[in-house]
């Protein structure tokens, strides 16, 4: 107990320190922790963020930094497209939502700078936030179980509610779990953290996060680290855990089984859906080449993905949107039109139908909303963002870039305000001062 309460002084004492050396220190954190909160939480933290950095503005601060300015060339694309845009109204709610693409690089570009030290320790009280939001929400369906008795309350959407969304989370905790996961010296508390967090991944049971986290920690070991033996007995336990996990929950195993099962033989059955008469999974090969498809036939994963991206190729054959896109937030009707054309399950009082759902791949979602201009520039920021990873070689920061460039692939993740803020944030974080820091060494 006193040395928690030590280290809680301590950890106090640090962050008034660096925030008297850097007063929006504070408030990055801030902003960056309230990302599960409601929204107008994170907006008012982001404003305050903004407002002190401006405050602090000196000219001898201001940088124009590349990396910096590409999710602000993004976001005035995303802003100009109200000019074209086929739906104006959802186009300009939209311009808001993103409007951090803009705030957060503008703060970077004019604020004070931040060292490799303050980088660190931001991240530091970061992982030890989204580890209590982790104890909080366990602690939460632990709550829920013994209320209801419905073990559902520990798995995906039901454990932090949809709206906080259960990938969003599954990433904010993987970026977390990274920073406990590469520390030279370990503790005790660090290996629990370690694995709390990992479980609190899998119980999050996307499918994709599960698999880079085991993939990044293999590639960590493999190729980046000399590890000893005391961290690769770690390694092997978190792998353990993380298989064991998935192996006795039928609830994860069976969202991986159903995606392998559905691939390997057509017209298998859906047992999710209780006594609603047969309903039948849709293998890959049919999401991309069926015409037409029935009420009782439910798209896993990675079918549904293919499906949308097939809709998209024929937008592109269909429509002039090549170049433009049909707008910022402006797909919603083509998808449904498109639904309907191709018969998808149209919902019901229980089930959302897929007409009414975005395209789950930012790429795509980019490319669909502000053409071929949107997609290149978001391929860019993903490209500087791993270079400078693999530069710096900073392993949380080549985690933060291989998983948003995969999480992209299957999520329109900036299609949500706390995407945009997170992802935003730690890419401003990590790739600020980057380019200076190498003129400096020249």
Known sequence: MANTSNYSTNAFQELKNETKRNPPFLFLIL????????????????????LVTIICCKKANIRIERALVYPVLLYLLMAASIIWSHDKEATTRAISKVLPLLVLPACFIIGPRYSLNQKRKIM????????????????????????????????????????????????????????????NEKRTFDKLA???????????????VILMLVVLMIFYEI?????????K?????????????????????????????????????????????????????????????????????????????????????????FFTGYGLNATDFRIEQKGLEHTVFSGNGENEGYQKKNFHNQY?????????????????????????????????????????????????????????????AIYCLFNSGIALKSRDKE
């Open 364 to 424: 795509v979602q980019l490319f669909a909303e502000t053409g071929v201009f949107g997609f290149l520039l978001l391929l860019i920021i993903v490209f500087v963002n791993l270079k400078n990873a693999f530069k710096t070689k900073d392993f949380v920061h080549i985690s933060f870039a291989i998983l948003m460039i995969s999480l992209f692939l299957t999520e329109s993740f900036l299609a949500r305000q706390r995407g945009v803020v997170f992802f935003a």
């Open 233 to 321: 007995w770690i390694t092997l336990g978190l792998l353990v855990l993380l298989s064991a996990t998935m192996l006795f929950s039928s609830k994860i195993r069976d969202r991986f089984l159903v995606e392998f099962k559905s691939n390997q033989q057509e017209g298998t059955i859906n047992t999710d859906f209780g006594p609603q008469g047969k309903v039948y999974n849709v293998s890959i090969k049919q999401a991309w080449e069926k015409e037409h498809f029935e009420q009782n036939e439910y798209f896993p994963g990675a079918a549904f993905r293919v499906y949308q991206f097939r809709i998209f190729t024929e937008m592109l054959h269909e429509d002039d949107i």
């Open 194 to 208: 370690m694995f709390l967090l990992a479980i609190f991944i899998v119980l999050l049971s996307s499918k994709n």
């Open 223 to 231: 190729f980046y680290f000399k590890a000893t033996q005391k961290i």
């Open 124 to 183: 530091m009280f970061y992982s030890y936030g989204i580890l209590l939001y982790c104890i909080f929400y366990l602690v939460k369906a632990l709550v829920n179980y013994i209320e209801t008795n419905d073990f559902s309350t520990f798995f995906y959407h039901k454990l932090v509610t949809e709206d906080v969304n259960a990938i969003h989370v599954s990433i904010y905790a993987a970026l977390a779990f990274f920073w406990f996961f590469t520390k």
């Open 31 to 50: 902003s960056l922790l309230s990302i599960p909160m409601p929204y107008a939480v994170n907006g008012i933290a982001v404003g305050l963020f903004a």
